[in-house]
């Protein structure tokens, strides 16, 4: 019988981008992805950057920054909620270690006012 040699795996940066996008945005008390602030080491380190995320890619993990609008709730808890949302959801969809989720929050959405 032959031997089958299993082959590498690649998810395009893209991708990764979208399912914690989508795993953010989840989170009830998200409002909506925040713009990224400009930052000038991002020259010097592997980043992929979309509309309120940043991933640093590293040999075989990420370290994800997430800049976001949130409803007026418990920040930290929401914060915790989210980091938590994320990571599983990259552990269960991907299986790429997840270094760390830092939360950045931009904005408040007060209700019938939207972000301040």
Request: aromatic residues 4%; negative net charge; hydrophobic residues 45%.
């Amino acid at each position: 019988m032959d031997k089958v040699h299993e082959g590498k795996i690649t998810v395009a940066p893209e991708v990764l981008v979208d399912i914690v996008r989508q795993a953010a945005l989840y989170t009830d008390g998200v409002v909506k992805m925040a713009s990224v602030p400009p930052r000038v080491d991002r020259i010097f380190r592997r980043l992929v950057t979309a509309e309120g995320i940043e991933l640093e890619i590293r040999e075989d993990s990420v370290v994800i920054d997430l800049f976001l609008v949130v409803r007026a709730v418990d920040m930290l808890a929401l914060s915790h909620k989210v980091q938590q949302e994320v990571m599983r959801t990259m552990d269960r969809i991907v299986g790429i270690e997840v270094d760390a989720v830092n939360i950045h929050i931009e904005d408040v959405a007060y209700p019938g006012n939207g972000p301040s």
